[in-house]
């Protein structure tokens, strides 16, 4: 969590600067990327809630949402990311939602896609989305992996 820190504190900076608010969705980080930001004293400023959307159950419970292939599309994919954080955003009211989808490991998920592959959008004034691939299995390392890529766009897309 030590190294997800200085990430989430230039987020949260510019968050604070701006007045805006943010609502994380994230499945396979498991919630890192919420406790990075909340491990930051001020969050109550910036961040309204999160969820953690690991399963089709959590999906429907906590978002309102379909199965992805209802909407015609898949989870881990950046469209799916970016249909997730918009939803968040929407639901929560927030100026910006970050979303990830993806397989920590040690194996692949069901949509066929390898360990470590995930897929994060940022939505906001302005919404980004990337893929990242680590190439390996080992599960701890691709949560913190995936969460550090979340910050890191986060942080990127706020400072437009």
């Known amino acids: 969590m030590q190294d997800l820190i200085p ?15 943010i609502v ?6 498991g919630g890192l990327i919420s406790a990075a930001l909340l491990a930051l004293p001020g969050a109550s400023a910036y961040f309204l809630g999160g969820a953690v959307v690991y399963t089709h159950v959590a999906r429907r419970a906590l978002m309102d949402m379909p199965n992805p292939s209802e909407l ?20 929560f009211d927030a100026s910006w939602a970050v979303a990830e989808t993806g397989a920590s490991g040690p194996t692949g998920n069901r949509y066929g896609d390898a360990a470590g592959h995930t897929c994060i959008a940022v939505v906001g004034a302005t919404e980004r989305s990337i893929t990242l691939e ?15 890529a979340a910050l890191d766009l986060l942080a990127k897309a706020l400072a437009q």
């Open 24 to 29: 994380i969705a994230e499945s396979s980080t």
């Open 72 to 91: 015609g599309m898949r989870a881990s994919t950046e469209a799916y990311a970016l249909h997730l954080a918009r939803t968040a955003r929407q639901r």
């Open 134 to 148: 680590t190439g390996h299995g080992d599960r701890t390392a691709n949560m913190r992996a995936f969460s550090s």
């Open 7 to 21: 990430r989430a504190e230039k987020a949260a900076e510019l968050l604070k600067a701006r007045k805006e608010t």
